[in-house]
């Protein structure tokens, strides 16, 4: 399973956005992963769950972390949001659940 500590992997002039949509498994997980790191100026790590308490309706996964280029080109841009509309469309609204600015 890949995770990260996103703070680790930050560099200058990128920004980091964490997102979740409750109940998606982790297989769905890793194909938004492998579909959005096919974005130029995209990396892309899966955050793992916390809980103490097993739910078998939540995911294994608490969500992602996306990680761009503050500099992103624009059909780039567009194509990590077409991306994340599809998953949203496909699995239900995306909610932000943590956010870093640039550094």
Known sequence: METGDS???????????????????LA??????????QVRGV???LI?????????????????WIQSDSDME??????LEQILAYYGDRFGAWEICGQEGNR
């Open 48 to 64: 793992p769950q916390h809980s103490k308490n097993f739910d078998y309706n939540q995911s294994q996964i608490a969500g992602l």
């Open 43 to 45: 990396e892309v790590g």
């Open 74 to 79: 624009p059909a780039e841009l567009q194509r």
């Open 7 to 25: 703070t680790s992997q930050k560099d200058a002039g990128e920004k980091q956005k964490q997102y979740k949509i409750p109940g998606v498994p």
């Open 28 to 37: 769905a997980y890793r194909e938004m992963a492998a579909h959005l790191r």
